[in-house]
Nanobody, 124 residues
């Protein structure tokens, strides 16, 4: 059974940085594309970033240049480094494992497994 556990969320000020981590059960990270989604109050869950099994990375336009996703297959972890945070980044962030398809550089991560989420709050 696949388990994903997020950590690293918190309350920060605009312009600060946070690093989210996702600890996965054995072989999950090497077996799936991994990614991060987020859901703000009153909004639908949205894609943030994904890293393929071969290490290719893709980002939502809203976070490109500020967020960096990385994976460590040996440690079964995926991280999301978030810099220059903005109030509009406030959301619950979810780690996901699934199938990645890319059409003309546009990624779609069909998540099969989800974590419970971690809250990120950015004050202005």
């Amino acid at each position: 059974q696949v388990h994903l556990v997020e950590s690293g969320g918190g309350l920060v000020q605009a312009g600060d940085s946070l690093r989210l981590s996702c600890a996965a059960s054995e072989r999950t990270v090497s077996s799936y594309a991994m990614g991060w989604f987020r859901q703000a109050p009153g909004k639908e869950r949205e894609f943030v970033a994904t890293v393929s099994r071969t290490g290719s990375t893709y980002y939502a336009d809203s976070v490109k240049g500020r967020f960096t996703i990385s994976r460590d297959n040996a440690k079964n972890t995926v991280s999301l480094q978030m810099n220059s945070l903005k109030p509009e980044d406030t959301a619950v962030y979810y780690c996901a494992a699934g199938l990645l398809t890319v059409v003309r550089t546009s990624p779609t991560l069909a998540a099969v497994h989800w974590g419970q989420g971690t809250q990120v709050t950015v004050s202005s």
